[in-house]
């Protein structure tokens, strides 16, 4: 009678998370480093289709200073096959690096050479005000994310920007603008600030932005950056 009942737990437990993982896919955000003089980063997100379960990877080089992507800095690739049994879709991040070394070898790319976290969230923050400490610099940081949406459905639009706060001992209050306000994305219903991170030596500033979109089971989660040159 035990092992009757603890058998049908272990199935109830894999319908429950077959569940959740059909809701939506999530991916996972991969830092993949700097350029030698700091004005180039990089970095990848990958995971496996919930629908198709065919692992799909993106690799981005992101202009630091110009918040944007470099001319050609964007490349997906999505296999034509599903994972198979235990794997975690990762080759699809391995296969997309392996086929853009000339990518990231024009800019001189040292996977070794990452940023430092100055923040990260394990679980969204709502949009609330975040904040944070540079310990080597001695600043202080407030962000505060701001979304804007329009319509709905299909025809959802929405935007967002976060307004940082930079202060400290001997530091005059500085605010900036991160982002691009006037740019409307279509069906990402929220946006949330999950890490911060800083450039080895000039103090730029990344934030990776969570973001989510609706499918017919749940939400798709993805990843992107905004970049912002601090004086």
Same mark, same amino acid.
């Given at each position: 009678m035990v092992q009757r009942k603890s058998l049908s737990l272990v199935i109830a437990l894999l319908v429950f998370c077959a569940g959740h993982l059909w809701a939506g896919d999530t991916a996972t955000f991969v830092d993949l480093g700097f350029s030698p003089d700091e004005k180039v980063y990089v970095f990848a997100q990958h995971g496996v289709e919930a629908l198709t379960l065919r692992p799909w990877a993106d690799l981005a080089v992101v202009d630091v200073s110009r918040n944007d992507f470099i001319p050609g800095g964007r490349v997906s690739f999505t296999h034509s096959q599903p994972v198979g049994p235990g794997q975690d879709g990762s080759g699809a991040l391995y296969r997309i690096l392996s086929q853009n070394t000339t990518l990231t070898a024009r800019y001189g790319i040292n996977f070794l050479q990452q940023?430092?976290?100055?923040?990260? #969230?394990?679980?969204?923050?709502?949009?609330?005000?975040?904040?944070?400490?540079?310990?080597?610099?001695?600043?202080?940081?407030?962000? #505060?994310?701001?979304?804007?949406?329009?319509?709905?459905?299909?025809?959802?639009?929405?935007?967002?920007?976060?307004?940082?706060? &930079?202060?400290?001992?001997?530091?005059? &209050?500085?605010?900036?603008?991160?982002?691009?306000?006037?740019?409307?994305?279509?069906?990402?219903? #929220?946006?949330?600030?999950? &890490?911060?991170?800083?450039?080895?030596q000039d103090g730029a500033l990344i934030f990776v932005i969570e973001t989510r979109k609706p499918n017919d089971r749940g939400f798709d989660i993805r990843y992107m950056v905004e970049t912002i040159k601090l004086d």
């Open positions: 940023g430092q976290p100055l923040y990260i #969230s394990p679980e969204r923050a709502e949009q609330a005000p975040i904040e944070f400490r540079d310990f080597q610099t001695g600043a202080t940081y407030r962000a #505060s994310l701001t979304q804007q949406s329009e319509g709905s459905g299909n025809n959802l639009l929405s935007s967002f920007h976060i307004i940082l706060e &930079k202060t400290g001992p001997g530091i005059a &209050k500085q605010s900036y603008i991160v982002g691009s306000p006037q740019l409307r994305r279509r069906l990402i219903t #929220s946006y949330d600030i999950r &890490k911060v991170i800083r450039t080895p």
